[in-house]
Structures are given as structure tokens and as C-alpha cells.
């Protein structure tokens, strides 16, 4: 079973109005042409299952009104906390809907996994969901934390942009009070924090104010992109400190978060997944083995086909990235570990019994 451990469904059905419940190539074939805004489609459940993607941690994520230079729609984007807390409901509700419709399996508990697991191994290819919240701005006051893991949220990223809570990508900054505040709800109520997204200042801070275990759902390596780009990703010194933690972090297929020197509107072509084995090796190499690194991708977080690694069409193309790093002389065990081991050994330990 592989394990993509970022990505925005629910945002691509909002934003976008993608039924997806049918193929890409169907979605494609509606649309016409690419997206404005979310490009070409690279997920939807068919093609998941096609490409052995058992797990996901699906988002709930709001964009305010403030973000700046994004190519995301600011259609579907908020003003105000309670506004925030409603779109991340929608959203939420929409994962619920297709867990009654028998589309996927919502995890919430070690039990929960167990029990996918044993139906994924016997067959049955309904996809699993842990719940992952991108952005905390609908957790409108820190001790809302309870009542969203409550709904069944099991992991919280503060940050996107700035948020009420603390500094984010282009928008450096520590917590805020509310962030500070934040930190031992979230502990409090059993809640996984992830620190994708989060300012250096901020990212640090909540090391030192969060005692529960954290990830990185979807950063690549600092070391290896462009400057410009340097803040979303994770420095060496971040990277060790993840590991000190017993951290994952998940890899992104965005060609821009893969090449140093990429340029918006460079072709496909120009990069492969070579670019993305670069990132897994790099924090393998600083961990000394493959037990922390997993994939992340982000294949659907406004961007498209047009702006990930030649080799993949969409998300059923996901056996590439294994092909590419047995080709790579990564052993098996390693490759199961990245593919999707990683994850499961972290959501085992994490999710509440």
C-alpha cells in the first residue's frame, strides 16, 4: 500500500468542481483544457486505487483572503475566522459524504488503520483518509482543538501563508499569542502538528512549545531549490531537528520545489524524477536511513501535469517513484519505507488506540 501523505482533495472539489469519483482522464475530458488556476488534473479516487495509493492524508484547507503571490483562485478564500471554520466544515463534509457513499474510509484511530490495512491486503482498494487540517485559521479560539479531532481531524498545520497564529511562507514570523496558546491544545487533545508551511521563527518556537509527535506532510529540502523559494522548505539544522522528533516528511512532486533552477512555464519535460529521488536522498543521507523520509506530493495543490516530473502523468503513475529508486539501488525494505512504510510506522504510534 502506498501513502501519499498530502493532498487536497475536498479543495480541488470546491474550487475547482471536479467530481472525484470520476477518472482524470474523465475530469480532463469535462474541463477541456487545463484548470486556470489548478492545471491539467492529476487525482481523483479511480486513478489513486490504479496507482496503489491506499492512504492519504486529505486536507481541510482555507485560503485567506490575504495570501500573496499565489496562483491558487481567490474565489474560495476567507476574510475571518468564522468564515475559515466554515469552508474547512464544507470541506469536511465532503469527505464525509464520500466515506457514506462507500468511496473511502475516514481513519481516525490505530483501530481504524487496522482494519484498512487488513481490507486493503485482502482486496478491497476503498481508499483510507487521516484528516489533515492545512492552515489552523478554522480553529477559531486553541481550545477549539478538541472539538475538531473530535470531528475527526487527527493532524494541524498552523500556517499556510501567515495565519492568526503564527508566520508562514513568504510571511516570516514567530507564534503569535494565539499561536503560543495553541500549542498545548493541540497536544491536549492528541493532535499530530505539523510544521509544513510554518516561518523559521514559528517553526522553532513550536518545537519547544509542542511535547506531541510532529511531521512535515509536505517539504522538500531547502539545500536543494531556489532561494526565492528557500523558505517553504526545510534547512539541514530544520531537517535534524524533525529527526530528533521521530519525524516524517513528505516529499512534493512540484517541479518548482524540486529544481533550483526552474522557471515558471518551463516545459514537462525539462525535469524527471531523478529531481525528486535528489530530496529523499538528501534526508536519508543526513538520517542515515529511510525510516523518516516518505512521499507528500501535493499533486493536486494548484498544480497540474504540466508542472510534475515527466515521467508522471497523474497519481496512477505512482509506481514510478519505486521503479525510480529500486533502479536507484535503494533496497526493498528501504523502498516500502518511503512509498508508504514510513507513514503507517508514524500513524500507528500517533493515532489514538
Known sequence: MYVDGHLDIAYNVISAGRDVTHSVAEIRAAEGAPHPTMGSCTVALPDLAVGGVGLVFGTLFTLPVTAQITDLSVGPSYRSAEEAHAQALAQLGIYRGLAAAGWLRLIGSRGDLAAHRSAWGGGDRTLGMVLLMENG?????????????????????????????????????????????????????????????????SFWQALDLF????????????????????????????????????????????????AAEYMKDDPKDRYGIDRVLGHIDHICQIAGDARHVAIGSDLDGGLGREQIPRELDSVADMPCVAEALSAAGYADTDVAAIMGGSWLRFLESALPA
Do not use: K
Open 137 to 201: 485559521d478554522p480553529i477559531r479560539e486553541p481550545t477549539e482543538a478538541s472539538w475538531w479531532h473530535a470531528q475527526g481531524v487527527r493532524i494541524v498545520g498552523p500556517a499556510w501563508q501567515g495565519t492568526r497564529y503564527c508566520g508562514g511562507t513568504r510571511a516570516p514570523g514567530p507564534l503569535t499569542d494565539l499561536g503560543r496558546a495553541l500549542m498545548p491544545e493541540l497536544s491536549h487533545a492528541g493532535l499530530t502538528l505539523d510544521l509544513s508551511h510554518m516561518a523559521e521563527a
Open 211 to 258: 511535547d506531541g509527535p510532529v511531521i512535515a506532510s509536505h517539504s522538500n529540502c531547502r539545500a536543494l531549490v531556489a532561494e526565492d523559494r528557500a523558505d517553504r522548505h526545510l534547512s539541514d539544522v530544520m531537517i535534524r531537528a524533525l529527526l530528533d522528533r521521530d519525524a516524517v516528511i513528505g516529499m512534493v512532486f512540484y517541479n518548482a520545489f524540486l
